[in-house]
């Protein structure tokens, strides 16, 4: 006799549990049970929708994904600001860059660089001492040797 009180009692329980789910004020079992039923059809329907939302932004972003890093060249008065963006790492690309610039002859007045998760760099350079014995450098010859530095780090880092 106990246990079926028992019984009741944890079925009772239950059932108050489902009506507070969806604030059910159904006194019949059947109803609460129905309306929770539809409740979670509800939710695999969600979660399904979110799903194909999610497939579809991750293959846009895939399909966006360039592993070759971004290259800006402004001229600003008598200095160069170069930018160079990644997504990737781009491990030693650093080192390319740096050694374009030595060959150019231009010093770098300030930069930031970021190396952690994406690839960042943005460099105020300026062309070392303007004798007759240098060249005079232009952004298209800046952003052509830093293009070419880009492009050798990536047929090297490809390796």
């Known amino acids: 006799m106990v246990s079926r009180v028992h019984k009741r009692i944890a079925m009772y329980r239950n059932l108050q549990l489902l009506r507070?789910?969806?604030?059910?004020?159904?006194?019949?079992?059947?109803?609460?049970?129905?309306?929770?039923?539809?409740?979670?059809?509800?939710?695999?329907?969600k979660l399904e929708e979110l799903n194909q939302l999610l497939t579809v932004a991750t293959a846009r972003k895939i399909a966006d994904y360039d592993?070759?890093?971004?290259?800006?060249?402004?001229?600003?008065?008598?200095?160069f600001v170069i930018k160079v963006l990644s997504e990737s790492s781009c491990q030693g690309l650093l080192v390319f860059i740096l050694e374009a610039f030595e060959e150019m002859g231009l010093d770098v007045l300030?930069?930031?660089?970021?190396?952690?998760?994406?690839?960042?760099?943005?460099?105020?350079?300026?062309?070392?001492?303007?004798?007759?014995?240098?060249?005079?450098?232009?952004?298209?010859?800046?952003?052509?040797?830093v293009s070419q530095a880009i492009q050798n780090w990536w047929e090297v880092s490809q390796i």
Do not use: W
């Open 110 to 145: 300030q930069a930031r660089v970021s190396c952690a998760d994406s690839f960042s760099l943005e460099a105020i350079g300026n062309n070392k001492e303007n004798n007759e014995d240098t060249h005079t450098l232009d952004a298209q010859l800046v952003e052509q040797v």
């Open 67 to 79: 592993p070759m890093p971004k290259l800006e060249v402004e001229t600003q008065e008598e200095a």
């Open 20 to 45: 507070s789910i969806r604030y059910s004020h159904s006194r019949l079992k059947a109803s609460v049970l129905l309306e929770l039923s539809d409740y979670i059809q509800g939710l695999k329907q």
